[in-house]
């Protein structure tokens, strides 16, 4: 019942900026949570980012001080600024949407989008 665009990847050099967009659609009670996790070839998704109703943030070791993460509660919408771009950082970038469809603990679900892919070169 929810759909999420991921856009803004591209190609850049390292030591460049980037931001990510992810807007929402459809239909929840309440977002609870919004975050961004890559998925580099070969390796298993990982969390890069969230960000909680409080607009508390997580972040990876990896990415500590470089990306921050944001959003836009009346767009629906995530955001994900990445600076100082680092090779290791390639891999396709998935937004992700935790929220309930109820007013209950337990009526919980993920959305994901399609992915954007991110290339740094060096």
């Known amino acids: 019942q929810v759909q999420l665009v991921e856009s803004g990847g591209g190609l850049v050099q390292a030591g460049e900026s980037l931001r990510l967009s992810c807007a929402a659609s459809?239909?929840?009670?309440?977002?609870?949570?919004m975050g961004w996790y890559r998925q580099a070839p070969g390796k298993q998704r990982d969390m890069v980012a969230t960000?909680?109703?409080?607009?508390?943030?997580n972040y990876a070791d990896s990415v500590k001080g470089r990306f921050t993460i944001s959003r836009d509660n009346a767009k629906n919408t995530a955001y994900l600024q990445m600076d100082s771009l680092k090779s290791e950082d390639t891999a396709v970038y998935y937004c992700?949407?935790?929220?309930?469809?109820?007013?209950?603990?337990?009526?919980?679900?993920?959305?994901w989008g399609q992915g954007t892919q991110v290339t740094v070169s060096s």
């Open positions: 459809g239909r929840f009670y309440r977002v609870n949570a």
């Open positions: 960000i909680s109703s409080g607009d508390s943030t």
């Open positions: 992700n949407l935790n929220y309930n469809t109820r007013p209950y603990q337990s009526a919980r679900a993920d959305a």
